[in-house]
């Protein structure tokens, strides 16, 4: 079974600019979280996704959007990037009323310069 | 706030050297007490969920147990693939319609493991 996959790995980005990073989750997992991972605030929840819904949000600004297809698979966008958006996002899939584990890819890595 | 402490940061064993690494949280009605495992370069790598106080979780050299206000990790006598960092994380006790998946993580601690 193919596990979670995000892309692209790595994003080299400039203030001001936008991006969007892309994650399929297992197969039929219905709900897609986001986490940002940074070495000094650690894992920080962003929103989780479910049926194509925002479920839960964060405490992060507006800049920060995500959505989610009717196959599950899911996009996060981020506006008007700044220095501190430099990060390691992570992308998880999990299975809604059966098991709260979730399942991680290995992430894309952005550097906004 | 809920809030999840762990400690130590970093922690440097010798091969079969057992240790504990401890998980300190502060969450309204939990729901369950995650660890994970992450490696250099990617995600996170799920371990344990422990539900109520008392349970206790094993596999392989590492065991887990939960108590009201923190949970440990304790590690029998490693072996340098448990190299990592291991991570802790709380889900409170709303309804997953309401919480969702969301997560709450400590800071980690980084286990090295020398030969």
């Known amino acids: 079974k193919a596990g979670v996959t995000q892309t692209p790995r790595y994003l080299i980005k400039t203030r001001g600019q936008q991006v969007t990073l892309s994650c399929s989750p297992i197969?039929?997992?219905?709900?897609v979280s986001w986490y940002q991972q940074t070495p000094g605030q650690g894992l920080q929840f962003l929103f989780e996704?479910?049926?194509?819904?925002?479920?839960n949000k964060g405490n992060f600004p507006g800049r920060f959007s995500g959505r989610q297809f009717s196959n599950s698979r899911s996009e996060m966008n981020v506006s008007t990037l700044e220095l501190g958006d430099s990060a390691l996002y992570l992308c998880?899939?999990?299975?809604?009323?059966?098991?709260?584990?979730?399942?991680f890819g290995s992430g894309t890595q952005l550097s906004v310069l | 706030e809920d809030q999840v402490t762990q400690s130590p940061e970093a922690l440097r064993l010798q091969e079969g050297e057992s240790s504990s690494l401890n998980c300190s949280y502060t969450v309204s009605g939990l729901r369950g007490l995650f660890w994970y495992r992450q490696d250099p370069g990617k995600g996170p790598e799920f371990l344990f969920t422990l539900y109520s106080a008392g349970e206790e979780k094993e596999k392989e050299r590492l065991k887990a147990t939960l108590t009201k206000k923190e949970s440990f990790l304790h590690i029998t006598a490693p072996k340098p693939e448990d190299s990592a960092t291991y991570l802790c994380?709380?889900?409170?006790?709303?309804?997953?319609?309401?919480?969702?998946?969301?997560?709450?993580f400590g800071g980690g601690t980084r286990v090295l493991v020398k030969p």
């Open positions: 197969s039929g997992h219905r709900s």
């Open positions: 996704y479910f049926s194509e819904t925002q479920r």
């Open positions: 994380a709380a889900l409170r006790g709303e309804t997953i319609k309401a919480a969702g998946n969301k997560l709450t």
């Open positions: 998880a899939s999990s299975l809604v009323g059966v098991t709260e584990k979730l399942f």
